[in-house]
């Protein structure tokens, strides 16, 4: 039997703990895999990711971390990973560092990957990019970065140790039970039923940047088109969308969070994101598997994949820019949309299935220690 872990924080509503199920899930079709997944913090059905999402041969392990930084958990780690005793240990976000005392302790070998999901400054605070560039330099931990951009930033951060990418993956997206209920809610939304229906799908936070798309869209009040947010925000954050509340023009939804985002992607004609910095958002991958049309800001992973043939890129983080790239969008003629559309689906299929992205990974995981 061969033994994954693959580790994160929390289950929180984000790409990157939606690449981790979705990972586990795959790697768990292969024959002799035991794939574990483990959550620092414990699990909160009302804050986080449904379990029911993780395939039933996917064995779950909340570690009941307290807020903040918390000294148990490095021993609570090492614990429980040298119980399960792993052939592999794949972190994401801030559950690396924490695994630095483990690598120390444990004495067998086993590989040790962890996946850059943003840019490196923004993936980890200073102590903890201190602490990688220890263990990436020593060759302990196998750094992976998800696009472009962000081995761009890693090897800027970390240097040559950083040498391996692999491009992030989603599933496929399909229709729920929900998606006739939701087709009428969208439609009931639109001006008319030519009425152009712009999606994000993104935690309310200054990264994701809404307060742009709602300036944007101010600025088409007078045109076919509406968006629609799919988000929500913690508390911290709070204070973000009561201002988004406050400027919200009358072509914008906010409809919260919602557990059927492929249904909306289906309904969208395209999927928008404003944010001013990215690694490689899972959402958009999901979006292409859709053909909804994405419509982005120059960030991160971003500028890789959305080309002329596949989308349309703002020149920077502006409100000029971005409402350049949705005009251009709008305009576009029955064949381009058409085109782009067919083009999107067909690069997620070349390039960024979760298929692909597994098999890749398991690849990287049989690879020398």
């Not at 699990?43 to 307290?66: A, E, N, T």
């Not at 120059?298 to 596949?310: E, F, R, W, Y």
């Amino acid at each position: 039997m061969y033994k994954i872990v693959q580790m994160v924080p929390a289950l929180g509503w984000g790409g990157a703990q939606v690449f981790c199920i979705q990972l586990c899930n795959e790697l768990a079709k292969y024959p002799d895999y035991d794939v574990t997944l483990i959550s620092m913090y414990t699990h909160d059905p009302q804050k986080h990711l449904p379990l029911s999402m993780l395939d039933k041969k996917v064995k779950f392990i909340s570690l009941g971390k307290k807020p903040g930084i918390d000294p148990k958990m490095f021993l609570k780690i090492y614990k429980t990973l040298k119980s399960l005793r792993p052939d592999v240990v794949h972190t994401h976000l801030h559950s690396g560092y924490y695994c630095f005392y483990s690598y120390f302790r444990l004495k067998y070998p086993f590989k040790k990957v962890h996946t850059l999901h943003n840019l490196a400054k923004q993936d980890a605070p200073p102590h903890g990019r201190k602490m990688f560039k220890y263990f990436f330099r020593r060759h302990i931990i196998e750094c992976v970065t998800i696009s472009d951009e962000v081995h761009k930033s890693a090897v800027e951060e970390y240097g040559a140790y950083v040498k391996t990418l692999i491009y992030n993956g989603s599933d496929e997206v399909k229709p729920s039970e929900k998606f006739s209920e939701t087709q009428n809610q969208v439609n009931s939304l639109k001006k008319n039923t030519s009425t152009k229906v712009l999606l994000n799908v993104a935690r309310i936070t200054r990264q994701k940047n809404q307060k742009l798309l709602l300036e944007v869209m101010q600025e088409l009040t007078n045109e076919n088109v509406i968006a629609v947010i799919l988000g929500d925000y913690v508390a911290d954050d709070k204070s973000i969308y009561d201002e988004l509340i406050a400027i919200k023009p009358a072509n914008v939804f906010m409809l919260g969070k919602v557990t059927n985002v492929s249904d909306y992607l289906f309904c969208a004609d395209a999927f928008i994101l404003s944010s001013i910095f990215e690694g490689m958002p899972i959402s958009l991958l999901e979006a292409l598997s859709a053909g909804a049309i994405p419509i982005s800001t120059p960030v991160g992973g971003v500028i890789n994949l959305v080309t002329k043939d596949i989308g349309f890129l703002s020149e920077d983080v502006s409100k000029e820019s971005l409402l350049k790239a949705v005009r251009s969008f709008l305009a576009a003629d029955v064949a381009t949309i058409r085109q782009l559309k067919n083009n999107d689906k067909t690069l997620y299929n070349k390039d960024f299935s979760m298929q692909t992205c597994a098999a890749k990974y398991n690849a990287l995981y049989h690879s020398s220690l």
